[in-house]
Every structure is written in C-alpha cells, then in structure tokens.
C-alpha cells in the first residue's frame, strides 16, 4: 500500500542556516505530495504542495521538488527563522482526486536566534 | 482561504460517557470529509472517510460502533465516541475536500478527547 517516510526529528538549527527534511513515499500510481506544517497549538496548514513529477512546489521560501525516480519530496528553506519552529509533515494522496491524505510521523523543528 | 471549524476543541468526559465532536466547513461545501487521529507525538492516522449522505467508509481497525460519523450535510459532519475509555483520549483532527478543488484537503484545528 501507499506510505511516507519522514526523517526522524527532532532537528535543532540556528537562525539563517540551511533545513533539508526529507521525505521519500511508496504509491502505486502517480500520487499529490504534499507538505503541511503544524505550528503549536494549531491545526495543520497546507505548506506546498506538488502534484505531478517534476512539479516544484513553493511557499513561504520553502521548496520540495517532486522526484518519481527517487520517489522523494524532500523539503528544503536556505534560511530558517525562529518562526518556522513547527512539526512538519510529508503527506502523499493517491492517484484518484479526493482520496484521504497517508502522512508521514512528523518532523519536527527548532530554531533558535 | 477556506476554514474549517471544529467544536469543541476541547472535551473532558467520564469514562463510559458518549461525546459528540463537530466539524464544519465554513465558507464551501464538502462532499467528503475525514477524520483522523493523532497520538502524541505521532502521525496522524485516517480513521474514517465520510461522504455526505452515505455510509462513512472505516479504516481496519477502527470499531465503527464505536466511533459514529454522520455526514449529513455538505458543511457538517459529527464524530460520536461512545462509551468512551481513557484509551480514545487522543487529538482527533477532521478535514474537508473542496468540492471544487478535487486535491485540497482544508483541516480543523482539532479536538483534545481526555476520558478520565
């Protein structure tokens, strides 16, 4: 069946360095890849999202590329701010439109100034 | 943007009591809705898939008696935890399908179950 794999958290970085989360999926078909980032106390909100191989999908200064060689969405920001400290979340949803999202387990990050 | 609502965020209940948790979708219509739950500092895993005006679909595993869904208008669908125990304690967390943007999924921003 369909699954993400998230790298494990949590990560810790400074302010203005350089964040890669990664994210690889299994699906059968040609999924959506989706971020979402969970700020505390907060819902989830839609980060980016990219839907067919190839896509770059961008918000925010955040980017993640949809690679179907790799099957990865790894996300990525060249510099982090203190306000981007949220749990981020890698979500795929199947081939057919309407489908519930499969999340990965969550990363989440830390920036301090 | 579109904005779903969930009611109450929070909930404390006795053991053996039943609790009834609302998600709307306030500014568009929702054929589907989800629900999920998230553990703590764990992922969220879809319980059910409901669509208005038909049987909620259950993921394995989930007690469909046990977790009622009624999805009986385009804005509003209810999770009931009945005879809850202090195991359904939990963050459950509802979305909502755009009807006009097949791949946008809106979320709530959750219900804090604590079953004492």
């Known amino acids: 069946g369909n699954s993400v794999t998230q790298m494990e958290g949590p990560v810790t970085l400074s302010e203005e360095a350089f964040l890669t989360i990664n994210c690889t999926y299994t699906?059968?078909?040609?999924?959506?890849l989706f971020w979402y980032v969970q700020y505390p106390g907060e819902g989830l909100q839609l980060l980016l999202k990219?839907?067919?191989?190839?896509d770059k999908g961008s918000n925010k200064g955040f980017e993640a590329t949809y690679r179907k060689e790799t099957t990865s969405f790894h996300l990525e920001k060249g510099s982090v701010q203190v306000s981007d400290s949220a749990v981020y979340f890698c979500?795929?949803?199947?081939?057919?439109?309407?489908?519930?999202?499969?999340f990965g387990k969550g990363t989440t990050l830390s920036v301090s100034s | 943007g579109a904005v779903v609502s969930q009611h109450p965020s929070r909930v404390i209940c006795k053991s053996g009591t039943s609790v009834k948790i609302e998600c709307r979708s306030l500014?568009?219509?929702?054929?589907?809705m989800f629900w999920y739950r998230q553990f703590p500092k764990q992922s969220l895993m879809l319980m059910a898939t409901?669509?208005?005006?038909?049987?909620?679909?259950?993921e394995q595993g989930v007690e469909k008696d046990k977790f009622l869904i009624n999805h009986a208008s385009l804005t509003l669908s209810t999770l009931t935890v009945t005879s809850a125990h202090p195991e359904d304690s939990s963050f459950y967390i509802c979305?909502?399908?755009?009807?006009?943007?097949?791949?946008?999924?809106?979320f709530g921003p959750g219900t804090r179950l604590t079953v004492t």
């Open positions: 979305s909502a399908r755009d009807l006009l943007n097949s791949y946008e999924q809106y």
């Open positions: 699906a059968t078909g040609y999924p959506s």
């Open positions: 990219a839907t067919k191989a190839d």
């Open positions: 979500a795929l949803s199947g081939g057919q439109a309407g489908t519930a999202l499969i």
């Open positions: 500014d568009f219509q929702a054929t589907t």
């Open positions: 409901s669509n208005e005006g038909s049987k909620a679909t259950y």
